[in-house]
């Protein structure tokens, strides 16, 4: 059970053109969703915060303009990476909370998207 | 002072040793603390948590948080080469949407 998944799990984009990403909650439902994005031998680092029906909350820092996320269903919140540069090239993670989560605030995360901007 | 520090490496062991991994903050309002396991290229998965101070034991795996020192610890005992892997630790306040805040991780290898 438990079980996130992300497509595509690597993509190699042009700079200038725009990527989405897909994260799925694929055996429960999750109110909440999370952005993350690891750059090579670094931690994750938090991109922002969506909750199903209601605009992300995003971490200091972020553009909203340029990370659009989209948290449609209760399975489903995808990332867009607009205007992609090669600077945005990295490995982006999405976790997700089971809405029958209790107050232990645990994660499940999907296995990664890589991008590359070229 | 970065919210959550933990110990760099990367750290070699041979097979059967005990590992000792780590980690400080400085955030005492954090009430969970977690490990995970990422594996080259692959989400994080979850190992164990800690809610409060004291120890939790699961098989090979023992957890251990000191909150008046702000100290955590993972301890594997028994290390096979199949624990080759980068470990995070991860705190949080609590709460149904709390955000977890990640140890920049220490990438551990068990040669056998």
């Known amino acids: 059970g438990a079980v996130v998944s992300q497509h595509p799990s690597w993509v190699i984009c042009k700079s200038g053109t725009s990527v989405k990403i897909e994260c799925r909650s694929l055996d429960f439902q999750a109110t909440t969703m999370f952005w993350y994005r690891q750059f090579p031998k670094q931690s994750l680092m938090l991109m922002a915060t969506s909750n199903e029906g209601s605009k992300a909350t995003y971490e200091q820092g972020v553009e909203k303009d340029k990370f659009l996320i989209n948290h449609a269903s209760l399975t489903l919140s995808t990332l867009t990476v607009t205007s992609a540069h090669p600077e945005d090239s990295s490995f982006y993670i999405c976790?997700?909370?089971?809405?029958?989560?209790?107050?232990?605030?645990?994660?499940?995360f999907g296995p990664g998207t890589r991008l590359t901007v070229t | 002072q970065k919210e959550v520090e933990q110990d760099p490496g990367p750290l070699s062991v041979p097979e059967g040793a005990i590992v000792s991994l780590n980690c400080t903050y400085s955030?005492?309002?954090?009430?969970?603390f977690m490990w995970y396991r990422q594996y080259s290229r692959k989400g994080p998965e979850l190992l164990m948590y800690?809610?409060?101070?004291g120890n939790k034991e699961d098989g090979r795996f023992t957890a251990q948080v000191d909150k008046s020192s702000k100290y955590i610890s993972l301890f594997i005992r028994d290390s096979q080469p199949s624990d080759s892997a980068t470990y995070l630790c991860?705190?949080?306040?609590?709460?149904?949407?709390?955000?977890?805040?990640f140890g920049k991780g220490i990438t551990l290898s068990v040669r056998p």
């Open positions: 955030n005492s309002a954090f009430q969970y």
């Open positions: 976790s997700a909370r089971d809405r029958r989560g209790t107050s232990v605030p645990e994660q499940y």
């Open positions: 991860a705190m949080s306040v609590g709460g149904a949407n709390s955000k977890l805040t």
């Open positions: 800690t809610y409060s101070s």
